[in-house]
């Protein structure tokens, strides 16, 4: 705790990197952000979007106060999707921490987005943990970009990961992603051309795209699948035909507001499909905290809808500068 | 226009105060931003509140993007009050400033806090030059921190300053306060120990308390008066009577939800006195574009409700940095 007027470290995204990956210290941390969530040790109020229409952007800004982490973060990330024609990526951002106790700056994480795509790829692995059946044999990823490679490398922490197909939207990103994680982690993967047999062949299907209009139909859904959908985090994105949460056995949320306005829950209530009092809600957090079960079953059909919390960026914040503060 | 990813320049708040500072270019700024405002060229989402209810704080975050801008700012202010006996400010905060083409990161401003006074204190002469008087002789101040203090030096920048008196909870802090005024601006202020009479021998009072009860009643009110509310920017904060705001002649916002949120007007409404879908709205913007008048008349009783908008925010960022970035 400051009794001076302080000065943030600025931190340079290699620095980062250097000190946060995906390992199970990371995991660990990720369980305790969503079970304290569920405890009701979080203040995170919603997210603030702002739009700027004349050149195709977004900014999407998190923050969460959790109970006896020494800061809480603000998180911001910028999606600008005009940028790739000017060589520049779609996504970035960054991370400003405040001491608990007095407020006062510590930080400024000049992260691009690293600590994102950590924590983001971290709360699909907690998801097939607690969720994908303990033998998952074939795994199925529905998308090309960054997370759809860091879900399988994260997924390794808690699942076998041998058997798996990807469908993406164009053949030459298909063929960059399987290059990319035989030569990352050794992985070989095979490209499908059609999400139906990659759905009706999986054991766990990770969906990580933009999409606006469903990917996946309930009718797909088999027993003993276990759904990931991360790519949903604003209320146009949409991957899951919204019959799929209602087919499901158990439905589980990151955060229940949050799913009801920007994930795929929220096209279920507004189709009418889903009744918005009368719908079973798990948040993965109440299993983090073990006040509700997990898979109970190797036939269960479960679905996992996560739209990334500000209690995360908080605690993956928390836990980068320990180790780059306090351990270097 | 970047075409490289972009690190941030890191500007300490020294470099701030030395290029900006309260003077009539600053003011023509905020002035385009709440024309902008009102003229529909601003995508500005709600205020997002973050509460450390465990260390008696809270963190708020405005953003806005205005149309033609180089850049859009998200800023965020701390206020954690537990902080004075600490020997710590209450109040803290930095902005960061995004390239509104390409979303990149262009500037972390660590200022903690400067440039909301800065903008703050212009919304109030902004106020003044179209609600006051044109010959106001006498002038209250309520409250006897910062804001007090600056109003009172972006006052002169459009009327004539020379009577002032001032309202404080504590003798210590009101000699403090006359104190500054002479030896910063050369200007004797006298101490009231008594509202009602303050605001019944002013032509303006400028209030600027975290009050959660109202300090001034609407039986105070007399031909001429203008008052600015600026001291309300959170749903608990109350300056006023809501009656004052129906016997004001004229009430001006600076933005309509926040101000049904946050302002005195939420008061006004929630209490039933002022009803919500019939009760003449003028936003101070609309009067800056020309849309709206001011005072129209010496005998009018006009109201200013000020809560602060990420529209400033943003214009004084960018006003900042094209000080900093291109003049210097």
Tied chains: 1, 2.
Excluded at 147 to 153: D, N, S, Y
Excluded at 291 to 306: A, H, S, W, Y
Aim: charged share 20%; glycine share 8%.
């Amino acid at each position: 705790m400051s009794t001076a007027r302080l000065v943030p470290r600025i931190i340079p995204e290699d620095h980062i990197r250097q000190a946060v990956g995906l390992d199970k210290e990371a995991l660990a941390v990720i369980r305790r952000a969503f079970a304290a969530l569920a405890e009701g040790k979080v203040e995170m109020p919603p997210v603030m979007r702002l739009d700027v229409p004349a050149h195709n952007g977004e900014m999407d800004t998190k923050t969460a106060y959790i109970e006896g982490l020494p800061y809480f973060a603000l998180k911001i990330s910028c999606g600008f999707f005009d940028n790739p024609a000017r060589g520049l990526p779609s996504l970035g951002g960054m991370m400003a921490l405040f001491e608990s106790e007095t407020g006062q700056p510590v930080a400024v994480l000049l992260d691009n987005g690293y600590l994102t795509d950590i924590r983001t790829a971290l709360a699909g692995a907690l998801a097939a943990d607690y969720l994908a059946r303990d033998d998952v044999a074939r795994i199925g990823v529905i998308g090309t970009g960054q997370q759809a490679r860091l879900q399988i490398a994260a997924l390794r922490l808690v699942r076998n990961v041998s058997h798996v197909r990807v469908w993406g939207r164009g053949r030459a990103q298909c063929d960059s992603y399987c290059a990319d994680m035989a030569a990352t982690y050794g992985i070989d993967v095979d490209v499908c051309d059609d999400i139906e047999s990659l759905v009706r062949d999986s054991d766990l299907v990770v969906t990580t795209t933009p999409a606006t209009s469903p990917l996946i139909k309930a009718d797909w859904l088999h027993p003993g699948l276990h759904i990931t959908a991360m790519g949903s985090d604003a209320p146009e994105k949409n991957e899951l035909d919204p019959y799929a949460l209602l087919r499901a056995d158990l439905y589980v949320c990151d955060h229940h507001e949050q799913c009801r306005t920007l994930g795929e829950l929220n096209h279920g209530v507004a189709s009418g499909i889903i009744p918005p009092d009368d719908f079973p809600l798990t948040a993965l957090g109440m299993i983090a905290a073990g006040e509700k079960p997990g898979r109970q079953n190797k036939d269960q059909v479960t679905i996992c809808d996560l739209t990334g919390t500000g209690a995360q960026d908080t605690a993956i914040a928390n836990y980068a500068c320990r180790l780059m503060f306090e351990d270097g």
